[in-house]
């Protein structure tokens, strides 16, 4: 077995703030990937990393910055935090492209 | 591109009723549908996968089965608990690129006693 960790588990920043959010696994798996979830929108697919030093961005990467520091962790950065936003990041991890993924506890995101 | 499209907002239902969530799906190629389930205040997890060779997967009395003539992968359910309730997710792994996963909005299944 393994376990996601994220890091805050909650996150309050100001309007125009570069806010920083973590991630590590101990799965051993290549692939990690950062969602956001908001009600009635689903997991939107910010950015992933198919291996270490890899980046890939999603449908939802406009905004945010992303780096896979090492296999373990996978950093996501909100590059200006936009007044009044909600959501929760998810981070999560596979073998591969098909296999399950597994998903950290999340880190909520409040911006006042 | 890809796509998935799922019963959306909120399914309520009677503790003993069959469950049956929609979920269908535009793909150019043969893409793996999964279903993903998360409980309030947890985690998403896998709760199905299709397989490659028409096999019905099943789990926790939950199954579903890949209908490439309608392009449908429906999650269903025989008899639903109230520890069933929660957040239910269908996603699509393509063909032209296996590790862009495409969730659905997500169908909240709220099973009353």
């Known amino acids: 077995g393994g376990i996601i960790t994220q890091t805050p588990k909650f996150l309050i920043g100001q309007e125009g703030q570069k806010l920083t959010l973590k991630c590590q696994q101990n799965?051993?798996?290549?692939?990690m990937y950062w969602y956001r979830q908001d009600s009635g929108k689903g997991l939107r697919l910010i950015y992933y990393s198919i291996t270490e030093n890899d980046l890939q961005k999603g449908d939802l990467s406009e905004g945010y910055d992303a780096s896979r520091e090492k296999k373990s962790s996978f950093s996501l950065t909100v590059t200006s935090a936009q007044k009044n936003e909600m959501a929760v990041f998810l981070c999560?991890?596979?073998?591969?492209?098909?296999?399950?993924?597994?998903f950290g506890p999340g880190t909520r995101l409040l911006v006042l | 591109g890809d796509s998935v499209t799922q019963t959306e907002g909120l399914v309520t239902l009677t503790e003993g009723l069959p469950v049956m969530l929609n979920c269908t799906y535009q793909s150019t190629y043969s893409p793996f549908l999964f279903w993903y389930v998360q409980h309030l205040n947890e985690a998403p997890k896998l709760l199905l996968k299709s397989f490659t060779d028409n096999k019905r997967p099943e789990h926790q009395g939950f199954h579903a089965t890949l209908h490439k003539s309608s392009s449908s992968f429906h999650l269903q359910k025989s008899s639903a608990q109230l520890s069933d309730s929660a957040l239910y997710y269908c996603a699509l792994s393509g063909d032209t690129n296996a590790y862009k996963v495409i969730f659905g909005k997500g169908t909240h299944l709220h099973v009353l006693p």
């Open positions: 799965f051993n798996h290549d692939t």
């Open positions: 999560a991890s596979s073998i591969q492209g098909r296999d399950t993924q597994y």
